[in-house]
């Protein structure tokens, strides 16, 4: 269960890698980009398909960055993501955040075996300030059920 401890530790970090951020705009990866962007983040796009995101240079990998990150938000499928906690822990990255659909049970086991701070089952854009209308509203519904972290 992700704490929200967790969660503001993530948010605190301010140089992040985004793995699998997507060339379509449509697709999640790329808002999520374009927004942290928009507030302030230094990030750095990695998916091995594409040589730019939104304008700025796309790296193949964690291990391709070209300086340190303090955290990654993984946008792949659960399958992916079990390799991508790997990479993190070799590139010394001890916060990761599995957006909501990326997490795998072994990719959690593998940061809380391996000291990394892990968000997994939440959405970051209902938390990295300032929140969008759409994802205040989202998070004011997870609050009235009782699934906000605490």
């Not at 980009?33 to 998916?47: I, M, Q, S, T």
């Not at 700025?56 to 340190?68: E, G, I, K, R, V």
């Not at 929140?131 to 519904?141: E, G, I, N, P």
Request: proline fraction near 5%; include cysteine.
């Amino acid at each position: 269960m992700t704490i929200k401890t967790a969660v503001n530790d993530f948010l605190a970090q301010r140089t992040l890698a985004i793995v699998g951020v997507s060339r379509s705009r449509e697709k999640f990866g790329n808002m999520a980009y374009r927004e942290l962007r928009a507030k302030g983040y230094r990030l750095f796009p990695v998916n091995p398909k594409a040589d730019s995101i939104e304008g700025d240079h796309c790296y193949q990998s964690l291990n391709a960055l070209p300086s340190a990150v303090e955290g990654a938000l993984i946008i792949v499928p659960p399958a992916e993501t079990e390799q991508v906690v790997r990479d993190a822990a070799a590139a010394g990255i001890r916060h990761v955040w599995m957006q909501q659909g990326a997490e795998s049970d072994a990719a959690i086991r593998f940061c809380e075996d391996n000291e990394i701070s892990v968000v997994y089952g939440e959405c970051i854009l209902m938390f990295a300030e300032p929140v969008a209308f759409y994802h205040l509203m989202h998070r004011w519904v997870w609050r009235l059920l009782g699934k906000l972290p605490k």
